[in-house]
């Protein structure tokens, strides 16, 4: 096996960029029989999660037999996002939020020995590792996988390491599908030998290839019984694999990731390389970030206080403040999406598509954030005049939770003070905090659906009462805690409820699910005695009606009767938008075109999202007469009709249909007389008028030959005008003009801001063309050699290295230059060095790279380069002078 594998490698250059070892795994299993399958959206169809976390997590109902296999085997690069590990993103070499699973799968196909067998032939084949430098590890108790890893693979038996159920079995919950796992790890130091190897030593190995052997399904008792179709499940890190093949210490030091890192460096006028550990975390955050919420967007999800929209505030927010304590004290998140976009659009073009979009969102959450820091400071201002003998770790996380004020920053202001932070207490509230989203998060429990499914073969269906009453007296059907049934939930529980009958509508046809509470006590009551439930979600199971929520105050016990009482601000905020986007895809077939179908839709509370088949964008015009009939529409007041009818009947009358939809005979038809008529089940306002004012916000591209408007109506235009209004009234007062002048205003000052750079880069470049050559005069005869070493402050190294070679390039291909100085001399803590050798240099001995990096050491730094061209950097500026000195000492002896 090893001698066939490297012989195909030293055919096949091996993959090294993150874009070929993706399409190398895929293009690999697509020759062995499985469908290549595009990545889903981050945001899933499954409610019982709120973002992909998983590769398989698209294929979760054919695991549960609740939906036909695609294809008997499948292979996908599927794009994840998790943030239950937020904290250690940046800190250590492995941990993100958006990352990429490579995966192939079997849906009662092949099994173990061929999964095995497949990925060491592309581990050590395709991706050319050396046998030497892999482990595998089993389930303790699964001698067969142990016996195929040894025998058919050729594995060495000292390199097969067993592991308990805590590492190498998986479940998806205490019931349900499972089976043991084996794991592929990359030893970093294989000539330690192979003696009680240790797979936790993260300095030493890194897994990079789970397979999942699914076959057992566990009862409540915990007895495995042999599941009749077995299934494969596997995951490679992309951005694992691209570590190892690329040589690097840590993930984000792969091209899958670093140019992120050397745009926000550019932005911050940094280096990455001559950062302390802090700095370079902050860059590694808004590298990997920038992926994240650049694909968030790109996917639908809006910035918001709730869901997923709250994960992709809380990402935003944490890019703009890891680039405030690098000193971008400027927006920047456009510049990071627009880096992020070109970075990945080759694997999704989609982004591209969706780039307008993805930079209006990040723009005006950013200028929110700023808005929202500056808050943060004036509490700071107010904590210190009441003049504490400290800023308590209670006041320093709720500026750091709350605000986004850094930590860091309350500490330097604290210190102008002449007061310290309780650190300790504040750690305190952190960790708080983090039980607390432990508690709250949503994991991977195909367990939960498995409950909900057996409750649906025994219940009848939920009557919803919400189309006439927001308040309704309910009892409690069924009670799911930790994805089982139960018969009671106490405080703090995370529960989902079934009632006989609810007014909470289950997102289905693009409009979200109703928030609200169900309380314990007779209808009318409220929520101010008894039991209360704070529902978060509402979601459609079969029949049922599903509401998923925590327990607040109080015990819950099936059979409990409850008000459940919708909250009634969500409701109209939803029922506007809906109806708007009935309006709106009127306005677009009356408009635009009358062949304009529906491609999908989102309303929710904030905005509403509409997708309509269309070959080409619509101009500014276009998008201006449709506000315009829209608005006169809500005007003109129309008395809404909802009425059910036949299926046959509606199409008659005309009501337009959802392509794709099924119908059963009788149908709900939502009419809004001589202007729309729909076939929804989604709520609506009674009349046009309830819904104010209708704005589109934007207009993108989402795929070939789809366009999506996103729009806000009634109570939420309020927010968008408000944002816009705050905006405005801020560049007013910056630049003291007239928000009619704005424009004109900021085009001046670009261009000036433009010819300014040019000149003053000009400028500088012929200043220090100039310094460097009168330095000539101090250049040392060595031999046949000529060398100069040199002391050269005020230049940057943009211009000093250039500059450098030039002057070499005069002294001949004998000639060797090192020049070191403080680009700026008011901030003497940063100094540069550059080395700049020539051809018969080199070939003596010397080479730039090694020579410049050791003199980089010696003032507190690093870098290096090429062999003829290097810079580096350092933090000593006392030690400059003693260094220089020692490399012109140090290269005279070796040139000698």
Known sequence: MAATSSARSERHPRPRSGAEIREAFLAFYEARGHRRMASASLVPDDPTVLLTIAGMLPFKPVFLGQAPRPAARATTSQKCIRTNDIENVGRTARHHTFFEMLGNFSFGDYFKAEAMTWAWELSTGVFGLDPKHLVVSVFRDDDEAAAIWRDTVGVDPRRIVRLGEADNFWVSGPTGPCGPCSEIYYDFRPELGDDHLDLEDDSRFIEFYNLVFMQFNRDAEGNLTPLENRNIDTGMGLERMAQILQGVSNNYETDLIYPLIETAATL?????????????????????????????????????NLGRGYILRRLLRRVVRHGRLLGIDTPFLPAMGQAAIALMAEAYPQLEERSEAIMAELAREEARFLETLERGEKLLAEVLSARPEQISGEQAFELYDTYGFPLELTEEIAEEHGLAVDLAGFEAAMEAQRQRAKAASVRLDLTLQGAIEAMAEQLPATEFRGYEALEHPSQVMALVVNGEQAQAAVAGDAVQIVLDSTPFYGESGGQIGDRGVLAGGAPGAGPEAGVIVRIEAVSHQRKLIVHHGRIERGELTLGDTLTALVDRACRRRVQAHHTATHLLQAALKQLVDASISQAGSLVDFERLRFDFHCPRALSAEELERIEERINGW???????????????????????????????????????????????????????AEIG?????????????????????????????????SVVRALTERFKVQPGEILARVSGLQDDLKATARALEA??????????????????????????????????????QPAAQQLQETLGPAGAVVLGGLPDTAESSKLILVAAFGAQVIDAGPKAGPFIAAVAKRCGGGGGGRPHLAQAGGRDAAALDPALEQARADLIARLS
Do not use: W
Not at 653 to 664: I, L
């Open 268 to 304: 911050a006028g940094i280096d990455y390389r001559q950062l302390d550990p802090r700095g370079q975390t902050s860059l590694k955050v808004i590298g990997d970030h920038s992926r994240a919420i650049t694909q968030l967007i790109a996917d639908g999800v809006t910035a918001s």
């Open 763 to 800: 400028a500088r470049s012929e200043l220090a063309r100039a310094r460097v050559a009168a330095l000539a005069a101090q250049t040392q005869e060595v031999g046949a050699f000529r060398v100069l070493v040199a002391r050269l402050d005020g230049v940057e190294g943009a211009a000093l």
């Open 693 to 725: 004012l209708f704005r589109i916000v934007s207009e993108t591209g989402v795929a070939a030959g789809i366009r999506r408007i996103e729009a806000v109506a009634g109570p939420a235009v309020l927010d968008y005008l408000r944002e816009r209004d």
């Open 634 to 688: 809500i005007a003109e007041a129309h008395a809404l009709e909802v009425q059910e009818m036949e299926l046959e009947r509606a199409r008659a009358a005309g009501a337009v249909a959802m392509f794709g939809e099924k119908y059963g005979e009788t149908v709900r038809v939502v009419d809004v007389p001589g202007v729309s008529m729909e076939l929804c089940g989604g709520t609506h306002v009674a009349n046009t």
